[in-house]
């Protein structure tokens, strides 16, 4: 590209729409007069299945808004929707659809703003205020110069805090025995809607994250190339990379991989990619870790125009560099060349992994038990935080040789396996074809008689998997980080139709599932398992609500919580919650 044409890129920030690629702000509309309760995902359905639109996005400008954004892969079938929407009656609310107007590229847009300020005030930004050390830091581990103890105390407060701000809703929307109920909680409770149990949390605080994805990119003043973290955030108005050298969360061989990678990379002609003008190589490094020094490293790059026979000499380039390079130092004990292109305009993403040296998997250890580990296979970023979390859900579930766990979306089928010991049977699902190899894999290691696992998508294998079952209870478990996790309101639509005489116990933090959760009737308890429990909120006040017309089912309440920190010197937390039916909790509390 042009000095010039660059230029004219970087102040226009609409001309990320003359890419080829694919973006949702090419084609999207407004969609106006949308009823006052519905769901995204039912009126996705009404687009995709019912009038068959192959919407790609659907997105509200801000929360409870009573109009939607709705994206498109083409023109063509932009201006089918706005024939077909415009008029059409919904819930009994006549719809109407415009073409909308595209957002600006947040990027260029804040570096326009910061240009006028500078212009107007005639001062340069002050970048001195902060080292890059500590910008890094404050992006990645903002706890970090706090004591653990105050860290876990924090965490601790913040978890109160929010069961009391969804205690205080679920009382506004309640009534009748519900409402005395909680009431009686939150008076037993000190404004809790139950019983929150200590912090739970490991004694190894420091380097304790087993998978990393670095971005690879630009220091911030000097031009050179830097693996690590981004130093703010593109809408920021900042590509610019920092160092991981100072995060204590970090393993040093995660550091050491890249250290040796910065020096590989500069030894090419290929640069960092470019996320303002998609131009460039290097995109990003993955490096994953185990207990039993296992190393993976997956180096990821857009080709760009690279030929195939360029793209083979690189990849004998790695593994001449970690095989007896320089890259020796780093002990890589497997290591891949995974391609990333962009999003194409017709929706494909692809992501080639392709082995270079070493094994194709590694190994790692939870709870007694041996776990093979594909690049793209899912597994706790905390190995000894996973122990702590599942011993909890473990406790909180409570099942015994007549419960059968129904593991959805399984991964390398760690939960399921975490389980096994402690029920009659477990049934791993999951649409990604070399996790299930590798869970397969995992119950030969372990000498495990119970367990089998079964690839495909959920929506279409869950019913028949379902009928394998042979114990009375069932324990249903979804992990939603998982790869393949689609259309949960079908799933658990099927789930429900083969419950109607068994009792089942959930772990699913996903909104579009829950309702569907209240309707099965024999569903008498739920673990729910948080992330970002304030997200949460919603979730659990609609499955305390009331029964009405729009949610159907006795209504679910909380009885006990705990909170499990996987990410010391961050601000993340888990939280796991036993939820049952009213009238369960209410005799429980009676009988106590």
């Given at each position: 590209m042009a000095s010039n044409e660059s230029t004219e890129v970087e102040k226009n920030p609409y001309a990320y729409l003359e890419r080829a690629d694919f973006t949702s702000e090419k084609y999207k509309i407004e969609v106006h007069g949308l009823p006052k309760y519905y769901g995204i995902g039912e009126f996705k359905k009404l687009l995709n299945e019912k009038l068959d639109l192959q919407s790609c996005k659907i997105k509200p400008p801000k929360r409870?808004?009573?109009?939607?954004?709705v994206s498109f892969r083409n023109e063509e079938s932009r201006q089918k929707a706005i024939e077909t929407l415009n008029g059409i009656l919904w819930?009994?609310?006549?719809?109407?659809?415009?073409?909308?107007?595209?957002?600006?590229?947040?990027?260029?847009?804040?570096?326009?703003?910061?240009?006028?300020?500078?212009?107007?005030?005639?001062?340069?930004?002050?970048?001195?205020?902060?080292?890059i050390e500590d910008k890094v830091k404050l992006t990645t581990i903002p706890l970090w110069n706090m004591p653990y103890p105050s860290q876990l105390e924090l965490k601790q407060k913040e978890m109160s805090s929010i069961l009391t701000t969804i205690c205080k809703q679920m009382l506004k929307e309640s009534k009748g025995d519900l409402l005395d109920w909680l009431n009686c909680q939150k008076n037993k409770y000190q404004g809790l809607p139950c019983e929150?149990?200590?912090?739970?949390?490991?004694?190894t605080i420091k380097e304790y994250r087993n998978k990393c994805e670095f971005t690879v990119g630009k220091s911030d003043k000097e031009d050179k190339i830097v693996i690590g973290f981004r130093l703010s955030t593109y809408a920021s108005g900042s590509t610019a990379v920092g160092p991981i050298d100072n995060l204590c969360h970090i393993p040093n061989k995660m550091k050491i991989v890249v250290k040796v990678l910065e020096e590989f990379m500069k030894s090419t002609e290929l640069t960092p990619f470019d996320p303002v003008d998609y131009s460039g190589y290097w995109r990003q490094v993955t490096v994953r870790t185990t207990l039993s020094d296992h190393l993976m490293v997956i180096v990821g790059i857009h080709p760009q125009d690279l030929t195939s026979e360029k793209l083979d000499e690189l990849k004998l380039q790695l593994k001449t560099f970690f095989e007896i390079g320089k890259g020796v130092q780093a002990r890589v004990t497997s290591l891949y060349l995974q391609i990333m292109k962009i999003k194409s305009i017709d929706g494909k993403d692809e992501e080639n992994f392709h082995h270079i040296s070493g094994t194709k998997y590694i190994e790692e250890k939870l709870l007694d038990m041996k776990f093979r580990i594909s690049p793209q296979a899912f597994f706790q970023v905390n190995t000894l935080g996973a122990q702590v979390l599942y011993k909890a859900a473990i406790d909180l579930a409570k099942p015994n040789v007549d419960t059968a766990l129904l593991d959805i979306c399984c991964g390398t089928g760690t939960i399921g396996l975490a389980f096994s010991k402690y029920c009659g049977e477990v049934f791993g699902l999951e649409m990604i074809e070399d996790a299930i190899k590798d869970a397969k894999e995992n119950v030969i290691a372990n000498k495990i008689s119970n367990c089998e696992f079964f690839v495909g998508k959920a929506e279409d294998i869950l019913s028949p998997v379902i009928r394998r079952t042979t114990k009375p209870d069932i324990i249903a478990i979804v992990d939603p980080p998982r790869a393949g996790l689609r259309k949960i309101n079908t799933i658990f639509l099927k789930?429900?139709?083969?419950?109607?005489?068994?009792q089942i116990i959930i772990f699913i933090p996903d909104q579009r599932a829950l309702l569907t959760i209240r309707k099965a009737k024999k569903l008498s308890r739920l673990i729910y398992i948080s992330c970002d429990p304030r997200a949460a909120m919603r979730n659990l006040i609609d499955l305390a609500r009331p029964i009405s017309k729009q949610y159907v089912g006795e209504p679910m309440v909380p009885v006990k919580a705990v909170a499990v920190d996987m990410f010391p010197y961050t601000k993340h937390c888990e939280l796991v919650l036993c939820l049952e039916r009213l009238s369960v909790a209410t005799k429980a509390r009676d009988s106590t």
């Open positions: 409870s808004s009573g109009w939607l954004y819930k009994n609310y006549k719809l109407s659809a415009q073409i909308a107007k595209p957002a600006p590229d947040p990027f260029i847009k804040k570096k326009l703003e910061e240009e006028n300020a500078r212009k107007r005030l005639k001062v340069e930004e002050d970048d001195q205020s902060i080292s929150l149990l200590p912090i739970l949390s490991i004694d789930l429900a139709h083969f419950v109607l005489k068994t």
